[in-house]
T-cell receptor
Framework: DSGVTQTPKHLITATGQRVTLRCSPR?????VYWYQQSLDQGLQFLIQ???????AKGNILERFSAQQFPDLHSELNLSSLELGDSALYFC???????????FGPGTRLLVL | AQKVTQAQTEISVVEKEDVTLDCVYE???????LFWYKQPPSGELVFLIR??????QNEISGRYSWNFQKSTSSFNFTITASQVVDSAVYFC???????????????FGKGTKLSVKP
């Protein structure tokens, strides 16, 4: 158990819908990262927050957004969902930038 | 550009065989970090090791060992006396905090699927 929690574990929804994925980092970790794992793209970095502020963006679509709250948990919002958004979404946390990232169990999203 | 290449897509071995997973990386910076993660069939990503670019010492942890060679930009992972429980997808990753707007995010290779048969 990495200490990073993610909810829900599984999510099935329809195209055009909006979903929210939630992540709680390990105790003491200030940095939260979101990654997407799909069969065709592999593991890709989406976005990073540090102590409530956005720090870096990767290949994140404009339909996706995220935030980190004062209690350091983070949410990833996916809207206008398309079939191609079906993937495993991971959250990771680290105590600081460039330190080891520990991953949550992931949220498996299926868009029908 | 930064890139991680894991040329071996799938490897199949018989239990107790030794196996080496290859990882080649590209970066122009002198300070960077390399990682290996394991993804078992259950799907979670498990951290195995982190090395910084200034530490080329090989590392051994039980049946696992890592060979870091800056001259060939490689960070290979060897499992000695493999076991069925080692069956998983293994990812090599690079973190370069000085690159562009990076804040230490991980760049992953495509992964190597290791199957260990009894």
């Amino acid at each position: 158990d990495s200490g990073v929690t993610q909810t829900p574990k599984h999510l099935i929804t329809a195209t055009g819908q909006r979903v929210t994925l939630r992540c709680s980092p390990r105790s003491g970790d200030l940095s939260v990262y979101w990654y997407q794992q799909s069969l065709d793209q592999g593991l890709q970095f989406l976005i990073q927050y540090y102590n409530g502020e956005e720090r870096a963006k990767g290949n994140i679509l404009e339909r996706f957004s995220a935030q980190q709250f004062p209690d350091l948990h983070s949410e990833l919002n996916l809207s206008s969902l398309e079939l191609g958004d079906s993937a495993l979404y991971f959250c990771a946390s680290s105590v600081a930038v460039a330190e080891t990232q520990y991953f949550g169990p992931g949220t498996r999203l299926l868009v029908l | 550009a930064q890139k991680v290449t894991q040329a071996q897509t799938e490897i199949s071995v018989v239990e107790k065989e030794d196996v080496t997973l290859d990882c080649v990386y590209e970066t122009r910076d002198t300070t960077y970090y390399l990682f290996w993660y394991k993804q078992p069939p259950s799907g979670e990503l498990v951290f195995l090791i982190r090395r910084n670019s200034f530490d080329e010492q090989n590392e051994i942890s039980g049946r696992y060992s890592w060979n870091f060679q800056k001259s060939t930009s490689s960070f290979n992972f060897t499992i000695t006396a493999s076991q069925v429980v080692d069956s998983a997808v293994y990812f090599c990753a690079l973190s370069d905090p000085n690159y562009g707007g990076s804040q230490g995010n991980l760049i992953f290779g495509k992964g190597t699927k290791l199957s260990v048969k009894p």
